[in-house]
């Protein structure tokens, strides 16, 4: 078994439309070296020769571990610290002024490893002190969510978090741990980290301030990013901020969502419907 063991069309369609159903996530006809690299050595641990036995065994009661493991694979994406720095600007400068010191709450719905969750804690923590602050970080990979409940990286991961933040609530790993970076626990254990879909309602009639939704809807297509971001919507308090990622947008989609800046709009207090209701 090598990394250049190929994938059948039939076999890459299964696995690609399995995604699709389960994440919502398009992997596109050009991704089956992405697929094979990221596959191949579970082939080689299972035992398989091709890519339809492999799926074969996902598919059967015997595979639902394998199953989340394959999705786990196919689904994680690359993050880092302060990604976008402009959005935690916003967060800083505009969001936590108009809480007048209220209780503020962030819903961090794709949070992959850790990195941006613990980027808003930091902005939060100095801000807010020990305030009255709470983050929710979720995603559809338990195996990302383990490492981000660690709050353990790698030191070359640090290049985008200012310096005054990376004093105060980092350490440097020594011994075994050289070469690591810590994000001190006082700050970890302001995270609640849970598993997710974003397909999928929240449970419970819980109300966020901001949800932060960045650099996901790219892998969405149009009704499945309407879908999501319905979900979402649920979660959101009216006059609630939801800030997505540079590159996408919410256009062509049907909301209701006021824009403020290029990816970052917010929900309206009151829609016309109320409106109404209450002149009456």
Same mark, same amino acid.
């Given at each position: 078994?090598?990394?250049?063991?190929?994938?059948?069309?039939?076999?890459?369609?299964?696995?690609?439309?399995?995604?699709?159903?389960?994440?919502?996530?398009?992997?596109?006809?050009?991704?089956?070296?992405?697929?094979?690299?990221?596959?191949?050595?579970?082939?080689?641990?299972?035992?398989?020769?091709?890519?339809?036995?492999?799926?074969?065994?996902?598919?059967?009661?015997?595979?639902?571990?394998?199953?989340?493991?394959?999705?786990? %694979?196919?689904?994680?994406?690359?993050?880092?610290?302060?990604? +976008?720095?402009?959005?935690?600007? *916003? =967060? /800083?400068?505009?969001? $936590?002024?108009?809480?007048?010191?209220?209780?503020?709450?962030?819903?961090?719905?794709?949070?992959?490893?850790?990195?941006?969750?613990?980027?808003?804690?930091?902005?939060?923590?100095?801000?807010?002190?020990?305030?009255?602050?709470?983050?929710?970080?979720?995603?559809?990979?338990?195996?990302?969510?383990?490492?981000?409940?660690?709050?353990?990286?790698?030191?070359?991961?640090?290049?985008?978090?200012?310096?005054?933040?990376?004093?105060?609530?980092?350490?440097?790993?020594?011994?075994?741990?050289?070469?690591?970076?810590?994000?001190?626990?006082?700050?970890?254990?302001?995270?609640?980290?849970? %598993?997710?879909?974003?397909?999928?309602?929240?449970?419970?009639? +819980?109300?966020?301030?901001?949800? *932060? =939704? /960045?650099?996901?809807? $790219?892998?969405?297509?149009?009704?499945?990013?309407?879908?999501?971001?319905?979900?979402?919507?649920?979660?959101?308090?009216?006059g609630g901020w939801l800030i997505l990622g540079h590159?996408?947008?919410?256009?062509?989609?049907?909301?209701?969502?006021?824009?403020?800046?290029?990816?970052?709009?917010?929900?309206?207090?009151?829609?016309?419907?109320?409106?109404?209701?209450?002149?009456?």
């Open positions: 078994m090598s990394t250049h063991t190929q994938i059948s069309p039939f076999a890459f369609h299964k696995i690609r439309d399995y995604v699709y159903r389960t994440a919502g996530i398009i992997i596109g006809n050009d991704k089956t070296a992405m697929v094979t690299g990221r596959l191949w050595r579970r082939l080689e641990l299972y035992g398989h020769t091709t890519y339809e036995a492999y799926f074969a065994y996902v598919s059967s009661n015997e595979g639902a571990q394998e199953r989340a493991t394959m999705l786990d %694979l196919l689904t994680t994406n690359e993050t880092y610290f302060f990604r +976008e720095p402009a959005h935690f600007d *916003f =967060l /800083r400068d505009e969001i $936590i002024p108009q809480q007048r010191n209220n209780k503020i709450r962030i819903w961090c719905a794709a949070s992959s490893t850790g990195e941006e969750p613990h980027s808003i804690a930091m902005v939060l923590a100095d801000t807010m002190g020990k305030g009255d602050w709470e983050i929710l970080a979720t995603d559809i990979s338990g195996k990302v969510l383990d490492h981000a409940r660690t709050g353990v990286y790698r030191a070359e991961r640090i290049n985008h978090i200012p310096d005054d933040y990376l004093k105060n609530y980092c350490r440097r790993g020594i011994g075994e741990y050289d070469g690591m970076l810590a994000v001190v626990p006082s700050l970890r254990s302001r995270i609640k980290f849970e %598993l997710h879909n974003l397909l999928h309602e929240r449970q419970g009639n +819980e109300q966020f301030d901001v949800i *932060f =939704l /960045r650099n996901v809807l $790219i892998y969405f297509d149009q009704p499945t990013k309407q879908k999501v971001i319905e979900n979402l919507m649920q979660s959101l308090r009216p590159c996408e947008s919410l256009h062509g989609l049907n909301l209701g969502l006021t824009t403020l800046r290029p990816s970052i709009y917010r929900k309206p207090v009151a829609s016309a419907t109320v409106l109404r209701k209450l002149a009456v």
